[in-house]
């Protein structure tokens, strides 16, 4: 397993070009899910310096806290409510520009900005958890963003 992150240069897409093979690495012989979300939180994280990052895990009917980087977070999100709990909910990634004009979003930070939130799958394709990532800037996530990070959280699936 890698002791550290490689630095990573060069565009968005490269960026995660260069990242995925090396998420792929740390993360194939690691059988328990928290532990590999926590790998990918820290490793996206440190990659692209975003607010915060991290994964929310379906218990029961809400989404639970879990692995993540980043400020303090909300601990329980109801379906369906924020930017979450909508992901949840419709099982489609959501990219929000700016978290002021999302109805019902969920105010865990004032500092965050625009945020991104992935559906993660079991074998049988129902949503376990989502990937939450927030950006202190407006507009950050496009669907780059979307495609990569749909490609990493199969790695979890």
């Not at 639970?64 to 099982?91: N, S």
Request: net charge negative.
């Amino acid at each position: 397993m890698a002791e550290h992150l490689e630095i990573i240069e060069g565009s968005k897409a490269e960026r995660y070009a260069a990242l995925l093979p090396q998420i792929e690495s740390v993360l194939e012989d690691e059988p328990d899910p928290i532990a590999r979300m926590a790998n990918m939180a820290a490793m996206l994280h440190e990659t692209f310096r975003w607010w915060w990052t991290g994964f929310y895990r379906v218990i029961g009917d809400e989404l639970v806290l879990g692995p993540f980087q980043g400020p303090l977070a909300c601990t329980r999100i109801r379906r369906g409510r924020g930017v979450c709990g909508t992901a949840w909910d419709k099982d489609e990634t959501q990219i929000v520009p700016d978290v002021d004009k999302f109805p019902g979003h969920i105010a865990c930070s004032s500092a965050s900005r625009s945020e991104i939130v992935v559906p993660v799958h079991d074998a049988q394709g129902h949503v376990i958890a989502v990937l939450d990532i927030d950006s202190a800037e407006l507009a950050t996530f496009d669907e780059t963003d979307k495609e990569w990070l749909e490609k990493m959280v199969k790695i979890l699936e």
